[in-house]
């Protein structure tokens, strides 16, 4: 069973820049899709972006141009980096695993990161 370790996140203003890193143990991410989401308080899961194992990578409309997902196989780990923050990406933001259906559902990912808080300010 794959486990995703999150690392990164923090306080940034307004306009700057984050990475966020997603490390997998037990399983290669060379033939794994992975998937970002994130949750701000009172709100419902939403889709930010799936990576897929070939290397391709579709992104919600909304975030399209500003992130960027990256992999790195020797370090078996996702990258999500994220550029022109505002304040309405302040989330907790997840990496997961996809499994089969809509990639856009969270319900179709598993084996979920522990989650990396990014708080935009100013």
């Known amino acids: 069973q794959v486990q995703l370790v999150q690392s990164g996140g923090g306080l940034v203003q307004a306009g700057g820049s984050l990475r966020l890193s997603c490390a997998a143990s037990?399983?290669?991410?060379?033939?794994?899709?992975l998937g970002w989401f994130r949750q701000a308080p009172g709100k419902a899961r939403e889709f930010v972006a799936v990576?897929?194992?070939?290397?391709?990578?579709v992104y919600d409309a909304f975030v399209k141009g500003r992130f960027t997902v990256s992999r790195d196989n020797a370090k078996n780990t996702v990258y999500l980096q994220m550029d022109s923050l505002k304040r309405e990406d302040t989330a907790l933001y997840y990496c997961?695993?996809?499994?089969?259906?809509?990639?856009?559902?969270?319900?179709?990912?598993?084996?979920w990161g522990q989650g990396t808080q990014v708080t935009v300010s100013s």
């Open positions: 997961a695993v996809f499994r089969s259906g809509s990639w856009i559902n969270p319900n179709n990912f598993d084996s």
């Open positions: 037990g399983r290669t991410i060379s033939t794994t899709t």
């Open positions: 990576n897929w194992s070939a290397g391709t990578t």
